[in-house]
């Protein structure tokens, strides 16, 4: 029989923190650290299985560096004799095992995971205490009294605050540079020639663990998406820093003029490849971001590139966080546009004539990786401008990113891509025409599709959409001040090309409307 134990320490896949709060006052003789790999966090979203790898390998090597310092650890592995294959069940067995005073469990990055715990002590009744996560530079809390009696939320104002609360970028209360925002600096594209010496990104070669977590994937979960043949993500803390420190010598320089720009077969361009690590706890942000600042002070990096990167740290990441756990549960239904149409098929294969969608899916299943704009106007415009459902949106992509956890992933998805809260975290929708990604890549040279033309059989999907798309949603959008100009170029269009574009539309859609969604 266990031996009954005082706190029952909870540690989720994605809070890899030696230094989490969670171990404060920990215990050999009376504390017991607790960790379980459950099937139903791979299959709950048909999730990529380079997720679930370094999901899994990351986990085990945690589980390991704990161990290594003295600390207890019961660890349930994914193929253990009896593995109830999800944490409900698993838990109380643990608990009925161990019979603790107390559990101890960092909040959750899942609004899902979170209620599951907390619903699942009061049935066991047994006391459960959930600490705050202060891997974040904002709290829950702290975001709530920033969003307090404000009709409109926006990142920059927030951005700014954070910025002169954690003295980032600043002397006194203003900015280094005399200005916050470097944005329109950083949306160079790379020109005919394309990136010039792209230094190679730092990976790893996948050990012993790695490999068998792989091996592991490909026998239970054979049919998910994606491959395993590029995996070198960073799967320690050790490995985080390392990719922290090729970041910041070899691509951060470039970092802010680069960091819109797309180019065929080149995943990584001049991007950090931080967020996994980030997102599962292997790094802190508060490292990241001193070593950001130290390169600026010491000449390395220019303003604008330190200061575009800081942002997406401890603008982006805090305030998305803020947003879902302001808005949860009820968020995840939200749907202003009344978008119903099914992921089209090619969402899962990458097998479409579009090249820009070809390029970036195919590269997703592949790597699992696509930098923010690939998301956002690529993967994320074709599905906003086809009207696709933005649930199903969502949960594609929090099934096919290695760094996807819900409380980044789905603010970024349902608010920011797909525009379905309403304007709550975006001001204005993120729509263009095919030429946008003519101008920010090489992806429409050699395309059948021609960006220029909305309507014939060489006419972009993309421009097509773009035009239908603010037809339709004219009157949900003639109060946005920020869609004034798009509105008015719709508007000179003659009535003939607009009925011709929407018939163009519908045949776009038709096309695509027998997807079942995942194959």
């Known amino acids: 029989m266990a031996k009954r134990i005082r706190n029952l320490i909870v540690v989720l896949g994605d809070q890899l923190d030696l230094k989490s709060s969670v171990f404060d006052g920990f ?10 790999e459950v099937d139903n966090e791979s299959t709950h979203v048909w999730s990529h299985k380079a997720r679930i790898v370094l999901f899994l390998s990351a986990m085990r090597h945690f589980r390991d560096a704990l161990r290594k310092k003295g600390i207890n650890v ?3 592995e994914l193929d253990a004799t009896g593995n109830r294959g999800n944490f409900a069940d698993e838990f109380s067995a643990a608990v009925a095992k161990y019979k603790p005073q107390r559990i101890k469990l960092v909040e959750p990055g899942e609004w899902r995971i979170r209620n599951l715990f907390l619903t699942r002590a009061d049935e066991l009744d047994v006391e459960l205490d959930l600490l705050p996560d202060d891997h974040f530079l904002c709290s829950p809390e702290e ?22 609360r954690h003295g980032v970028l600043v002397n006194g209360d ?16 790379f020109g005919k020639s394309g990136p010039q010496s792209l230094p190679h990104h730092r990976g790893f ?13 490909e ?123 099914p992921l089209p098929d090619f969402y899962w294969t990458a097998e479409t004539d579009m090249n820009c969608l070809r390029q970036t899916i195919g590269q997703t299943l592949e790597y699992g990786y696509a930098h923010h704009i690939q998301r956002l106007m690529v993967t994320g415009l074709f599905a906003l401008l086809m009207g696709v459902d933005p649930r199903a949106v969502h949960e594609w992509y929090l099934a096919v990113y290695v760094d996807a956890v819900e409380w980044v992933e789905l603010p970024n998805t349902l608010g920011m891509s797909q525009f379905a809260d ?17 101008r ?53 269009k003659g009535a003939d090309e607009k009925k011709a574009i929407s018939v163009q539309a519908k045949k776009v859609r038709n096309s695509m409307a027998s997807s079942t969604g995942r194959r």
């Open 205 to 217: 070669r996948p050990d012993a663990i790695t490999k068998a977590m792989m091996a592991l994937v």
């Open 422 to 438: 309403g304007g709550l975290m975006a001001s204005k929708p993120y729509v263009a025409t095919g030429k946008y990604i003519q």
């Open 143 to 164: 975001f709530a009294e920033h969003a307090r009696g404000k009709k409109q939320l926006r990142m920059e104002y927030f951005y700014r605050e954070m910025r002169r």
């Open 174 to 189: 203003e900015p280094l540079g005399g200005d916050w925002n470097f944005d329109s600096a950083n949306r160079k594209p």
């Open 27 to 36: 215990e050999r003789a009376l504390d017991l650290v607790w960790m379980a």
């Open 74 to 76: 019961d660890y349930r």
């Open 219 to 341: 026998k239970r979960f054979p049919d998910h998406p994606g491959s395993l043949s590029k995996f070198d993500w960073a799967v320690t803390a050790r490995q985080a820093k390392q990719v922290l420190s090729d970041f910041i010598h070899n691509r951060l320089p470039c970092f802010g003029d680069f960091q819109d720009a797309m180019w065929t077969d080149e995943p990584y361009l001049y991007h950090s490849r931080l967020s996994a690590a980030l997102n599962l706890k292997l790094i802190n942000p508060r490292d990241v971001i001193r070593a950001a600042e130290a390169a600026y002070q010491d000449g390395s990096a220019p303003l604008n590139a330190v200061e575009g990167f800081i942002r997406q740290i401890l603008g982006w990441r805090e305030y998305v966080r803020g947003i879902y756990w302001l808005n949860m549960p009820e968020y995840l239904q939200r749907n202003a546009l009344q978008a119903r149409q």
């Open 440 to 492: 920010m890549s090489n992806y429409c040279d050699g395309c059948k599709f021609d960006p220029a033309l909305a309507v014939g059989d060489n006419a972009c999907p993309f421009t097509t959409l773009y035009w239908d798309f603010l037809k339709r949603h004219e009157e949900d959008l003639s109060s946005n001040a920020r869609m004034s100009l798009q509105l008015a170029n719709m508007r000179r």
